[in-house]
């Protein structure tokens, strides 16, 4: 089992007990890493403090990451709290308007999509940066519509594309310090995001019928591949995304 003791890792993006988010909180806890869980708003707040008694020694903190002031303010708490930190997990994604083909998206959608999808990424990479020593770890959540064309991911799809060259630019960016960088491309899975896509169940049965395992992937695996990649079992893999999605990506027809 891998041991995260005396690592302290903060997760943003947390919606509810549905959300990858909450699968990643949950095995990092049982690794053993001292939790910080950042929710969007004073909307979530029940329910982030709903589930924190199921994480051990954890602590919860508002921050809305399309707010430059709410970034500098949760860091500040951050570092208040515990000095340092090890581990920082991205899992956030949002387009307004998902239902607009791209063709037809706005130029403000677009702008949103990506400021909240990719740039938060930058953003709280800056801020975690100067808590995080060597064999520190940044991860985020990515999903195979950034390289091929699913229906109805739409914009979201193009904004998932920004935020994997992202990460192999912040790779580079942190690799001297001896922050690693990476993603998790996670298969479908019906979590709250997942909603705003329309005829979702398409997809899902899609990788059900062709994927190697003829299965769709649950929250917790993603989880377990989340604490490998937080863990020094990882240390030379920096800038990558990793596949967990029941071998669906290698399919062809």
Not at 95 to 119: C, G, M
Request: net charge neutral; hydrophobic share 45%; proline share 3%.
């Amino acid at each position: 089992m891998i041991d995260l003791t005396g690592k302290v890792a903060v997760v943003f993006g947390l919606a509810n007990k549905r959300s990858i988010a909450w699968a990643i909180a949950q095995k990092l806890s049982e690794a053993g890493a001292r939790l910080a869980i950042c929710y969007q708003s004073e909307r979530l707040k029940q329910e982030a403090e709903a589930l924190i008694p199921e994480l051990r020694d954890a602590q919860i903190f508002q921050c809305d990451v399309a707010k430059d002031e709410e970034i500098d303010s949760v860091f500040a708490q951050l570092k208040a709290t515990y000095g340092k930190l090890d581990i920082v997990v991205h899992s956030i994604g949002f387009a307004p308007n998902i239902k607009n083909t791209v063709l037809q998206t706005a130029r403000e959608d677009f702008r949103v999509a990506h400021d909240i999808s990719a740039y938060s990424l930058i953003a709280l990479a800056r801020a975690a940066e100067p808590l995080m020593s060597p064999g520190g770890s940044i991860l985020t959540l990515s999903y195979y519509g950034s390289t091929k064309v699913f229906p109805n991911y739409n914009i979201m799809g193009v904004a998932k594309a920004a935020l994997e060259a992202t990460v192999r630019y912040l790779a580079a960016d942190l690799g001297t310090k001896g922050i690693r960088v990476n993603a998790i491309s996670a298969g479908p899975i019906k979590t709250l995001a997942a909603r705003g896509i329309s005829d979702f169940t398409q997809i899902l049965n899609a990788v059900e019928q062709r994927g190697p395992l003829h299965r769709n992937v649950e929250t917790v695996e993603v989880g377990n591949t989340a604490v490998f990649l937080s863990s020094d079992l990882a240390s030379g893999i920096t800038g990558e995304v990793t596949f967990v999605d029941c071998g669906y990506n290698i399919t062809g027809i």
